[in-house]
């Protein structure tokens, strides 16, 4: 761990929409922050998304659930840079910008097996290879109701062509997805939110009516 006043040595970003952020995605930032040795970890909610059909909900919003579900562990910090950046959001443009921040460091891309499957449609993804190692977490292949329910299967990452580090954690059958669809459907219909997201963002959740009507 680098002392007070020196260089940071070891950086991730773990970016996403976190639409919301979910237990899945705290136990990444925690697997990360553990097996990375990480001195920071700049959790990154996206900005004007280039690559999603739909619209996110409002950035202010998913900055705050990000606080809440993040907040508490340690070396994590909440980066609003993408929400504020004009136009697309491009994660060469992010990690560009960390690297000047830290030129003595080595830089982590935390992401999803899901997102490393997509990496080669990622806009200037060789630039992103250049500058930061993948640190990997498998998944399941579905991220619908299958996933709530547990049963689906892993994405298998054995043909992948790329360089990665596999990250171990257990493993988490939610996703961002299948939540919003469970809430805009029916939010008494399987697991309780609270299972599925931390405490503080299940009640921000409901004290703001996020997600009652489908996006």
């Known amino acids: 761990m680098a002392g007070s006043g020196a260089p940071l040595q070891r950086v991730g970003m773990f970016g996403g929409a976190f639409d919301p952020p979910h237990t ?47 907040g508490d562990l340690p070396r994590v910090r909440v980066d ?11 994660t060469a443009d992010t990690l560009a910008e960390l690297r000047a921040e830290y030129p003595q460091a080595t830089l982590y891309l935390v992401l999803g097996a899901d997102q ?47 360089p990665f580090m596999p990250l171990r954690m257990p493993l988490q059958h939610i996703s961002a997805t299948a939540l919003r669809a469970k809430l805009a459907a029916d939010p008494a219909e399987g697991p309780p939110l609270d299972l599925l997201v931390p405490d503080a963002v299940a009640s921000y959740i409901s004290q703001h009516h996020l997600y009652q009507t489908a996006s």
Request: charged fraction near 25%; hydrophobic fraction near 45%; aromatic fraction near 6%.
């Open 24 to 70: 899945a995605h705290r136990a990444l930032a925690q697997a990360a922050l553990e097996q990375l040795q990480l001195d920071a970890l700049h959790v990154m909610p996206t900005g004007q998304a280039w690559h999603k059909a739909r619209t996110l909900s409002p950035a202010h919003h998913r900055i705050a659930m990000c606080e809440r579900a993040f």
């Open 80 to 90: 609003r840079r993408e929400t504020e950046r004009q136009g697309p959001s491009y």
């Open 116 to 162: 490393l499957l997509a990496f080669k449609s990622w806009v200037r993804w060789e630039e992103v290879l250049s500058l930061a190692t993948l640190a990997v977490a498998n998944r399941p292949t579905d991220i619908g109701a299958q996933a709530l329910r547990g049963d689906a299967p892993l994405i298998d990452l054995s043909r992948v062509d790329l």
